[in-house]
């Protein structure tokens, strides 16, 4: 069988299970596919290092710089095929690498600039995971999008593994959002994309030749100098809550205009029963953002506790007018036949 014929049948295999979960378009996506790429190279003993990267530009591959530390001749790869790397830009802090190839007969991945970020927005997430010669798909929700440094980094439920390292997250339009970068440990880790909109900048930094790339990232930093929206993640998952109301304290002394550290704080608040704290601050963060669903949610349930049917339903229209999967989701976890 031809090599393209096969390689079709193969990647439109390995998006039928996200199609069945949400409405995609089938050849866009399929598109967005092959612009995902092997990066690898041979390290200081002799083993293999490889991440992912996805086509931007004519002979350019954006990836993560944390996969070129202990290799000096990268490759791109694609199958049985493979495209040396001559040179790099490298923004080491944002762990964002562009790197530079020959003959790379790929197109590049679509991007819209200033795509509006939606929370429960649908996205599929594209990458070599566990070295795997053929790209992986994991279809999941975008939980949240944090301003940091110019652009929105990306927490979604779209799984990725040990190898999608500079992979990417793409909408259901095949149109590329972000770039893969890390997690949190555990089994119920918090996943996390870098924003395409620091590709500008990037393009912007000198050209390298020289490899391994050092440099520590801002997600590797202790953990009381990470960006708060980091430091909230293992209190979160491992239910601590007070230490969640510290941090998200500490996050709305320095930033009172954000949503998300509101949202948090009410979490904390909720968990340690101090309901009408919580309400408060889950007020102020739909205030801040009316879009914030996890706060309405929050609301709607408290309003379910008191019997207040009237805020019960408000908040469904809320949401509705958001995202009508979302609604539903709503209706159902406060037990509504159809909608409250």
Known sequence: ???????????????????????????????ALQTVVMVRGYNDTGGLSYGSGVVVGENKVMTNCHIFRSTKQPWVARGEDSYDIVSVQA????????????????????????????????IISIGHSNGAPSPLTSAGIINASYI??????????????????????????????????????????????????????????????TFPIKGKAFWEEDDDKKPFFMQIALPEINQDWSKLAKIAQSWIDIDPNNSDAWYELGNAQENMQKIDEAKVAYKKSVALDASNTDSLFRLGAIAQTAGDKVVMHDINVAIANINKDLAQEYSQMLGCETEC
């Open 91 to 122: 923004d080491r802090w944002h762990d964002l690498c562009l790197v530079s190839t020959v003959n790379l007969p790929f197109k590049p991945a679509n991007i819209i600039k200033n795509h509006d970020l939606k929370r429960g927005q649908e």
């Open 148 to 209: 940091f440094e110019g652009g929105r980094v990306i927490r979604s439920s779209a799984a990725f593994r040990m190898g999608a390292s500079g992979s990417g997250i793409f909408d259901t339009e095949g149109n590329l959002l972000g770039i893969n970068t890390f997690k949190t440990p555990g089994r119920h880790a918090y996943f996390y994309s870098l924003p395409i909109e620091w590709l500008a900048d990037l393009e912007k930094l000198p050209v390298e030749t």
């Open 1 to 31: 069988m031809p090599r393209f014929t096969l390689r079709y049948i193969l990647l439109t295999a390995l998006i039928a299970f996200a199609q069945n979960a949400f409405a995609i378009d089938q050849h866009k996506v399929l598109s």
